[in-house]
Nanobody, 116 residues
Framework: QVQLVESGGGLVQAGGSLRLSCAASGSIFRFNAMRWYRQAPGKERELVAGISGGGSTYYTDSVKGRFTIARDNAKNTLYLQMNSLKPEETAMYYC??????????WGQGTQVTVSS
């Protein structure tokens, strides 16, 4: 069983930056892909960014050029650098780990609040 623990959320003004971390209790090297999702109140959970074991990255259109996903296999940690944050990006942010097609493990989430 792998546990994922997110950190780094908080309150930031619009235009500010935050760096989220997701620490895994075990090796993340074995995971085919890792992702960041977010869910705002009353909305569905959405995929924000993903990174494969080989380092290929994916970003939803709204965050391209502002967010950067990275993984450090030696530290068993996934990161999400978020710049130029917008109020509409206020949400709970979750990391997820995948061996195959579906998500195998979820973190508990970290709250990001962007004030206008």
């Amino acid at each position: 069983q792998v546990q994922l623990v997110e950190s780094g959320g908080g309150l930031v003004q619009a235009g500010g930056s935050l760096r989220l971390s997701c620490a895994a209790s075990g090796s993340i090297f074995r995971f085919n892909a890792m992702r960041w999702y977010r869910q705002a109140p009353g909305k569905e959970r959405e995929l924000v960014a993903g990174i494969s074991g080989g380092g290929s990255t994916y970003y939803t259109d709204s965050v391209k050029g502002r967010f950067t996903i990275a993984r450090d296999n030696a530290k068993n940690t996934l990161y999400l650098q978020m710049n130029s944050l917008k109020p509409e990006e206020t949400a709970m942010y979750y990391c997820a780990a995948m061996r195959g097609v579906g998500v195998d493990y979820w973190g508990q989430g970290t709250q990001v609040t962007v004030s206008s």
